[in-house]
């Protein structure tokens, strides 16, 4: 018998820090529970939505080159 489905699994889940056999455990747990599913959709959203927020920010904060006066 497996344990049963925790909150740290759900969120391995969405993090991608999760084994594959576990990983079919929670998407079989997800099929059945509509509402743990929409929710765990909704933490991709904000992963993904985070992600590209910061990385539009890292590339925008770089240091351009610039040219100094020669004297």
Do not use: F, H, W
């Not at 084994?19 to 998407?27: C, L, P, T, Y």
């Not at 929409?38 to 925008?60: F, P, V, Y």
């Amino acid at each position: 018998m497996t344990e049963p489905i925790s909150e740290l699994d759900l969120m391995a889940q969405v993090d991608d820090q999760i084994g594959s056999g576990r990983r079919i455990e929670v998407g079989e747990y997800l099929s059945r529970q509509s509402t743990m599913a929409a929710r765990g959709m909704a933490d991709l959203r904000r992963r993904e939505e985070l992600r590209q927020t910061l990385t539009g920010i890292a590339s925008s904060c770089r240091a351009k080159p610039t040219m100094l006066p020669v004297r």
